[in-house]
């Protein structure tokens, strides 16, 4: 009778811890169901989870991140008749690499220098230490009869009165080494100082052939490479996209006018035959250096530069719709200035025409954006899968179609996301894609990778959310 009684009260403790855990259970089932309903966004990264992920992603990923890079699809090479010895080719908005030649070849970027110093300006006047209608002194470093035999000049004499701006544009339109001077001194006080300026941005690009001892591009010991120029120049016009109708986009520049005289002045013709003097009175009107401005449609900009050790060079830009291309040329064939022009324009012309006919831009302004999950069997009930770009547009090759217009017709977008996932979830981990294709090409297949490290929950909410996930 006795054993009877311990077995009645063993079923009656096991039907309570039965009835118990049943009820636990619905009542977990129904908290985490409305959990899960009710929540929409992963909770914010920690500092420290921020860091790690970004060191995954440049330690696993590092070309994905670096401002030039190869295209991710392969093409064939393009059969391009380019005189420069140095020349590449990148799409601006993403940093793809089109074409190249001998990119890596360090040559004299002669005034092309004159890009960093108008970079180095135009920081100034973002943090407000300059700004473009303030009246610049001219120390006489700056005046046009102390350059070199020469120069390239806006003719900046004594006593002149001339604004920010206007020596901007002197130094971009004329490609004046007088307004280069007037610049570096107005910025840092001298020139020394100003050029540890230029060679701190390169250093901190990542530009390693790229060095400076003056800031006009006058000096064969200026050095740089058509790559490393093409990667600032791209990162110059992100920075500083205004600069290219201010100032790289103008057609000619009249210096000086009757306001920029020194006291006393008036305009009135001049022989410098004999030299350039000290007072300048004559209004003096040059054209832009780049050939190709009015010349190749959408062309705005950038830079010429020439002497002997270097040949002639160009960095060049233009826009066609919402595509702009970006090339760089580096000695360039020439016996006069008349012929190094013929072949920048040829060159230009080369590889801009080529360009916007092969490729175009499409925006994945839609897709590069963290993706939310929901996470189930996890001590966290969400994460976000994170596109391995951080480029928004995409290069698209013109492989289809009667015209560019039928080719991106046909271009197609799919994101491949779990419908949800469960724990254990690894930092880094490739969980999801962002395929793009052109008819029955793949050209990229992009990977989300998980934003932070989920651990596994205990065994009783993995039960509870196993129910959950076949409901």
């Known amino acids: 009778?006795?054993?009877?009684?311990?077995?009645?009260?063993?079923?009656?403790?096991?039907?309570?811890?039965?009835?118990?855990?049943?009820?636990?259970?619905?009542?977990?089932?129904?908290?985490?169901?409305?959990?899960?309903?009710?929540?929409?966004?992963?909770?914010?990264?920690?500092?420290?989870?921020?860091?790690?992920?970004?060191?995954?992603?440049?330690?696993?990923?590092?070309?994905?991140?670096?401002?030039?890079?190869?295209?991710?699809?392969?093409?064939?090479?393009?059969?391009?008749?380019?005189?420069?010895?140095?020349?590449?080719l990148v799409d601006t908005s993403n940093g793809n690499?089109?074409?190249?030649?001998?990119?890596?070849?360090?040559?004299?970027?002669?005034?092309?220098?004159?890009?960093?110093?108008?970079?180095?300006?135009?920081?100034?006047?973002?943090?407000?230490?300059?700004?473009?209608?303030?009246?610049?002194?001219?120390?006489?470093?700056?005046?046009?009869?102390?350059?070199p035999p020469h120069s390239s000049l806006m003719f900046l004499g004594e006593g002149q009165k001339v604004t920010l701006e206007e020596l901007l544009l002197g130094l971009s339109v004329c490609s004046g080494n007088d307004a280069a001077y007037a610049l570096a001194y107005a910025t840092c006080g001298s020139m020394e100082a100003f050029v540890e300026r230029m060679?701190?941005?390169?250093?901190?690009?990542?530009?390693?052939?790229t060095h400076f001892v003056e800031s006009s591009g006058y000096s064969e010991l200026n050095t740089s490479t058509a790559r490393e120029m093409a990667s600032f120049a791209r990162i110059y016009i992100k920075r500083h996209p205004d600069s290219l109708a201010r100032f790289h986009g103008v057609s000619s520049f009249t210096?000086?006018?009757?306001?920029?005289?020194?006291?006393?002045?008036?305009l009135v013709a001049q022989d410098f035959s004999q030299g350039i003097?000290?007072?300048?009175?004559?209004?003096?009107?040059?054209?832009?250096?780049?050939?190709?401005?009015?010349?190749?449609?959408?062309?705005?900009?950038?830079?010429?530069?020439?002497?002997?050790?270097?040949?002639?060079?160009?960095?060049?830009?233009a826009i066609r719709g919402n595509t702009r291309f970006l090339s760089v040329t580096m000695k360039g064939?020439?016996?006069?200035?008349?012929?190094?022009?013929?072949?920048?324009?040829?060159?230009?012309?080369?590889?801009?025409?080529?360009?916007?006919?092969?490729?175009?831009?499409?925006?994945?302004s839609d897709y590069i954006h963290p993706y939310f999950i929901k996470t189930f069997s996890a001590k966290k009930m969400a994460l976000n899968l994170i596109p391995l770009s951080s480029e928004k547009t995409f290069t698209v090759p013109f492989i289809?179609?009667?015209?560019?217009?039928?080719?991106?017709?046909?271009?197609?977008?799919?994101?491949?996301?779990?419908?949800?996932?469960k724990g254990p979830v690894t930092q880094?981990?490739?969980?999801?894609?962002?395929?793009?294709?052109?008819?029955?090409?793949?050209?990229?297949?992009?990977?989300l990778l998980a934003d932070r490290s989920v651990k596994k929950s205990s065994w009783f909410i993995s039960l509870v959310d196993s129910i959950i996930c076949l409901q």
């Open 1 to 88: 009778m006795k054993k009877q009684s311990i077995i009645k009260l063993s079923i009656f403790s096991l039907a309570g811890l039965l009835c118990v855990f049943i009820l636990s259970f619905s009542i977990t089932l129904g908290v985490r169901k409305n959990q899960f309903s009710s929540i929409v966004e992963a909770e914010p990264l920690q500092q420290e989870e921020i860091l790690s992920l970004n060191d995954i992603f440049l330690a696993q990923y590092p070309e994905q991140f670096s401002n030039l890079k190869k295209l991710p699809y392969n093409i064939p090479t393009p059969k391009l008749n380019v005189y420069a010895e140095s020349a590449i």
């Open 97 to 147: 690499i089109l074409y190249e030649k001998n990119a890596d070849e360090v040559i004299p970027p002669a005034s092309m220098t004159k890009l960093f110093s108008m970079y180095v300006v135009d920081e100034e006047v973002s943090a407000g230490n300059l700004s473009y209608d303030q009246i610049i002194p001219l120390p006489p470093e700056a005046w046009a009869c102390n350059m």
């Open 199 to 209: 060679n701190l941005v390169a250093s901190d690009l990542g530009l390693t052939h």
């Open 255 to 266: 210096y000086p006018k009757k306001q920029n005289l020194a006291p006393g002045d008036t």
């Open 277 to 317: 003097p000290k007072h300048i009175t004559m209004s003096i009107t040059q054209k832009n250096t780049n050939p190709l401005l009015e010349r190749l449609a959408g062309c705005d900009g950038l830079k010429t530069g020439y002497i002997d050790e270097s040949g002639y060079n160009l960095s060049l830009t």
């Open 333 to 364: 064939p020439g016996q006069n200035a008349a012929e190094g022009q013929a072949g920048r324009v040829h060159d230009g012309t080369e590889l801009m025409e080529w360009a916007f006919y092969s490729f175009a831009d499409y925006s994945l």
């Open 400 to 421: 289809s179609g009667e015209n560019m217009e039928e080719n991106l017709a046909n271009l197609r977008v799919d994101v491949e996301l779990p419908p949800y996932l």
């Open 428 to 447: 880094g981990e490739r969980l999801g894609s962002i395929k793009i294709s052109l008819g029955d090409y793949l050209l990229q297949e992009i990977p």
